[in-house]
């Protein structure tokens, strides 16, 4: 089983066992999955304090209109859903003119000892386009199929693993200290 | 699926489950170990995308959905609360419409009656006395007693029933009388009209009604006909 199937399972399963009350669903869900929605908003985002109001918002949509989510299983989906319209509105509402880049303290967080190669793969994936990063993170950290963010993300399959091929070239290239044009995609393979 | 083929598909979705990708891994030890290169790295990447949550996400998270939901039921229980109020008031308003402006079935008869012999209009003759016992006798009752000069004794029909107008000298003016026999009410009130002053009283055999003139003492008028005619059920 791969890396991305086992993280699918490990988040679904708390809250699928968890039976109960509209209070008692959402409870479940929060505690489950709040974690990981922060991560994505935050590398959706790549502002903290944007992220976590980003998360916020999600879940009260999701209070709102719990009855809605059938099978707890897609949950994690289905808040990934909601998330990224809230993002989208924000985006359109906003129209951020200059896209900051990451300040330091934001890639190591609250921790005092971030390793250095941490701390640069954290960098080169918040450099990577958003066109690039979303479809990484939705693999890596959401545990998705390529099929599955197609769906997601309105694009077809064969876009999907064009994306994710060229995101991971990038981050190599960045990793590795090369221009990545000047990578060549025969040179990957 | 050869080398070039698994390595794209390899970079794409790493944990590609296909019977063809996995047997090309398994049949080619470049392209194994290509792969783990690759998953080694996507565990690397994950480690690394795990950035720290704030504390107390998810309480914060839960305290902010209650607050919404309270307010919520509060906005749901002060709609309940209007709706209420405003049937409330509209039964209020309906109700008192009705008080106003509802004009019992028998009171309508009475005001139709009064409005087609006015005792105005009557003259101030008086009857024979055995004219006056025809028609209480008509009506279901006996003249026992003195009730005064009667100007007027008819007998008229609402719907099936017989019932009896006499129109008597009043100490302020004529007064209509009018005895319906099988009209029962529930007990004594005043008539439900603004021109005209009377009441409506039960009978033992049905109801009567006083109508005359404002300041008539009309429950006098009242005794006096209660003491001279007995009703038969």
Known sequence: MGIHQKCKQNTAFPVSNRVGSKQTRFEALVYALSADLYRYAFWLCRDRGRAEELVQETFLRAWRSLHALRDEKAAKGWLITILRREHARWYERYRPEIEHGLEPDDLAGRSDSVPAETLAMRRAVADLGAEYREPLLLQVLGGYSCEEIANFLGLSKGAVMTRLFRARQRLRATLEGQDDTTVSHQSQL | ?233
């Open chain 2, 1 to 233: 699926m050869n080398c070039l083929e698994f390595r794209r598909m390899c970079m794409a979705e790493p944990g590609y489950q296909d019977s063809d990708y996995l047997r090309h891994q398994q049949e080619c030890p470049r392209c194994a170990e290509y792969a783990a290169n690759v998953i080694r790295g996507d565990k690397q990447l994950a480690k690394a995308l795990r950035v720290d949550v704030p504390d107390n996400l998810a309480s914060r998270i839960i305290l902010r959905q209650s607050i919404f939901s309270g307010r919520a039921e509060r906005r749901k229980a002060r709609r309940m609360y209007a709706l209420a109020a405003g049937v409330l008031l509209a039964i209020g308003l309906a109700g008192g419409w009705f008080i106003v402006n509802h004009v019992p079935e028998v009171d309508r008869a009475v005001i139709a009656r009064i409005n087609a012999v006015p005792a105005s209009r009557v003259a101030k003759g008086q009857i024979s006395n055995a004219e006056l016992i025809r028609v209480i006798r008509t009506v279901g009752g006996e003249l026992n007693g003195e009730i005064g000069r009667v100007h007027y004794a008819s007998i008229y029909y609402v719907r099936e029933h017989q019932c009896g107008q006499l129109i008597v000298q009043g100490a302020v003016g004529p007064v209509t009388i009018l005895l319906m026999p099988g009209v029962y009410i529930g007990g004594a009130r005043d008539l439900h009209s603004r021109e005209l002053n009377g009441i409506v009283v039960p009978t033992t055999n049905g109801s009567m009604a006083i109508v005359g003139e404002p300041g008539e003492p009309l429950h006098d008028i009242e005794q006096n006909m209660r003491a001279a005619v007995t009703w038969r059920l």
